[in-house]
């Protein structure tokens, strides 16, 4: 049976706060009041959650003109800033990318609750009877650039798990990110959850990552999801733990076993389906023992608008092959830009990737099986495939119902985070009156 909550707020306005607002007591005041709220949400029945995710979903949906509306102004002044191509991609909303962000909450939703799950339990000699059981984290900040559907998919996942989340959006989708910000707290006041449970940083003062980053004890853990530069700042600068997620500078393997037809229609998905999302494809290796498939898989590439850059042996197979520098072995493009190399077999491949890699998603093109195991076993990152687009790269195809981000270290949470990676543990113990001698 729902309960109802008395933490209820109003939804943030639709204006940013001036910059000389003092960003450090309105992230304190947003800090505390998570904290409350994140007390309340990891007490909260799942059916709660639920049809709070569901409401929001029906709230993006019917309020599609409106969410749109406040999109185009953040498209417009992104034209006047001379946002990339790659960042206003990620920032544009359409009729389509929105009914994907309804259908992510209620694919949330559908997930079984993390929390309170017993993850091991055993007994011991003495009797004791001992459990570990998923709890939250408490509260997340979410720090993010252009992608307004991040600020729905991260009140979604944290919502799910327990916990209460602070979001701070990119300036560049200020408005995009307000409007879906209020079809989320729709949602918690239909479900009577505290509103403190999901906020966004109502200004686009940069000095509000700052004090993000110094809320040790208001804030559990940080997420960054956006450039290069971000990333580092926040690993640079957090007193909160940090879920790093690095560029995504992702590598696909052509092995001489590969099938021709099946290399070529990988290789053209994973590049140029969406450049601008960190599962894109940025470096292809190819076997030289695969020479003789390579001039169709370029082809095709440049047939599709793609710029290549490559070595002199891609070079000698087709006109307009841009030399490949050093640096571009290291670029994350987000653009229709690919830099290609010839290797040395699958040594070769290992060997570049374990120097350029960022430990995001690596796949392998192959139909021996062994060459692919051994590919899937020596490779070191987050997700690692075989025969498949680095597209796929994603949460929600995962069936994770969305992500928060990919994280490319290797503490706690890699690889995809969803609602199970935003959790921790204690131990229950069960006894009967034992005393330790």
């Known amino acids: 049976m729902s309960r109802t909550h008395t933490n209820q707020r109003e939804p943030a306005q639709t204006d940013p706060k001036p910059a000389n607002a003092d960003a450090g007591t309105l992230i304190t005041d947003m800090g505390k009041r998570a904290r409350t709220a994140a007390r309340v949400l990891a007490l909260a029945e799942t059916d709660e959650k639920n049809a709070a995710l569901r409401h929001a979903a029906q709230t993006v949906r019917a309020d599609r003109d409106g969410i749109i509306a406040a999109n185009a102004r953040d498209l417009e002044a992104a034209g006047a800033r001379g946002l990339s191509e790659a960042m206003t991609d990620r920032l544009r909303l359409t009729p389509d990318r929105l009914d994907a962000i309804a259908s992510a909450l209620e694919d949330v939703a559908r997930l079984s609750d993390p929390v309170g799950e017993t993850i091991a339990d055993w007994q011991r000699p003495n009797g004791l009877s001992i459990a570990r059981v998923r709890t939250p984290l408490g509260v997340i900040g979410v720090i993010y650039e252009s992608r307004p559907n991040v600020t729905a998919d991260a009140a979604a996942l944290c919502l799910k798990a327990g916990n209460a989340v602070i979001l701070r959006g990119g300036s560049e989708a200020f408005h995009s990110n307000q409007a879906i910000f209020r079809a989320i707290q729709a949602g918690l006041a239909q479900a009577g959850l505290p509103g403190d449970a999901v906020q966004l940083?109502?200004?686009?003062?940069?000095?509000?990552?700052?004090?993000?980053?110094?809320?040790?004890?208001?804030?559990?853990?940080?997420?960054?999801?956006?450039?290069?530069?971000?990333?580092?700042?926040?690993?640079?600068?957090?007193?909160?733990?940090?879920?790093?997620?690095?560029?995504?500078?992702?590598?696909?393997?052509?092995?001489?076993?590969?099938?021709?037809?099946?290399?070529?229609?990988?290789?053209?998905?994973?590049?140029?389906?969406?450049?601008?999302?960190?599962?894109?494809?940025?470096?292809?290796?190819?076997?030289?023992?695969?020479?003789?498939?390579?001039?169709?898989?370029?082809?095709?590439?440049?047939?599709?608008?793609?710029?290549?850059?490559?070595?002199?042996?891609?070079?000698?197979?087709?006109?307009?092959?841009?030399?490949?520098?050093?640096?571009?072995?290291?670029?994350?493009?987000?653009?229709?830009?690919?830099?290609?190399?010839?290797?040395?077999?699958?040594?070769?491949?290992?060997?570049?990737?374990?120097?350029?890699?960022?430990?995001?998603?690596?796949?392998?093109?192959?139909?021996?099986?062994?060459?692919?195991?051994?590919?899937?076993?020596?490779?070191?990152?987050?997700?690692?495939?075989?025969?498949?687009?680095?597209?796929?790269?994603?949460?929600?195809?995962?069936?994770?119902?969305?992500?928060?981000?990919?994280?490319?270290?290797?503490?706690?949470?890699?690889?995809?985070?969803?609602?199970?990676?935003?959790?921790?543990?204690?131990?229950?113990?069960?006894?009967?009156?034992?005393?330790?001698?």
């Open 201 to 437: 940083v109502p200004t686009t003062d940069r000095a509000a990552v700052g004090a993000m980053l110094a809320a040790s004890g208001l804030i559990d853990v940080i997420v960054p999801r956006g450039g290069r530069s971000l990333v580092a700042r926040v690993e640079a600068e957090s007193r909160v733990p940090v879920f790093a997620h690095l560029e995504g500078l992702c590598h696909m393997y052509v092995d001489g076993m590969a099938d021709a037809g099946m290399a070529r229609d990988l290789v053209l998905n994973a590049k140029m389906r969406r450049t601008g999302i960190c599962g894109a494809l940025e470096t292809l290796l190819i076997d030289r023992r695969a020479r003789h498939m390579a001039g169709g898989i370029l082809a095709a590439l440049q047939e599709a608008g793609c710029e290549i850059r490559g070595d002199e042996g891609v070079q000698a197979l087709a006109d307009g092959i841009v030399p490949a520098g050093e640096d571009d072995w290291s670029s994350e493009y987000l653009a229709p830009v690919l830099s290609v190399r010839f290797v040395e077999g699958l040594d070769g491949a290992l060997a570049h990737i374990a120097r350029y890699s960022s430990g995001h998603t690596e796949s392998i093109v192959t139909e021996d099986p062994a060459t692919a195991e051994a590919f899937l076993t020596r490779v070191d990152s987050a997700i690692v495939m075989h025969n498949a687009s680095t597209q796929f790269a994603d949460g929600g195809e995962f069936g994770m119902g969305a992500e928060i981000g990919i994280a490319t270290g290797r503490i706690h949470a890699r690889g995809p985070v969803g609602v199970e990676q935003l959790t921790s543990f204690k131990y229950q113990v069960r006894g009967r009156g034992q005393t330790r001698p």
